[in-house]
């Protein structure tokens, strides 16, 4: 890597539209986000959604199909 031509790597406080923070690395000091894993529809308490995870694309597919491999 070339001397010089590089941004300087930080640590970045993350803050959400929510109230959420946390830190990150970054080449910025501060970042502000509308949506994080706390407030997001997708994630519920941090996780991911039950209902979306339950069945995933490519199983479904290998079970419309008869690829299961069992």
């Known amino acids: 890597m070339k001397k010089g031509i590089h941004p300087e790597y930080v640590e ?3 803050t959400c ?3 959420n923070t946390f830190t990150v690395m970054s080449n ?12 997001h529809p ?3 308490d ?3 959604n039950a209902l979306t ?4 694309r490519v199983e479904k597919f290998n ?3 008869g690829f299961d491999q069992k």
């Open 63 to 65: 079970r419309k199909y």
């Open 42 to 44: 997708f994630f519920q």
């Open 17 to 19: 539209a929510c109230g």
């Open 46 to 48: 941090g996780k991911v």
């Open 53 to 56: 995870s339950r069945a995933g």
């Open 28 to 39: 910025k000091d501060e970042l502000h986000l509308e949506v994080c894993n706390k407030c």
């Open 12 to 14: 970045t406080k993350v």
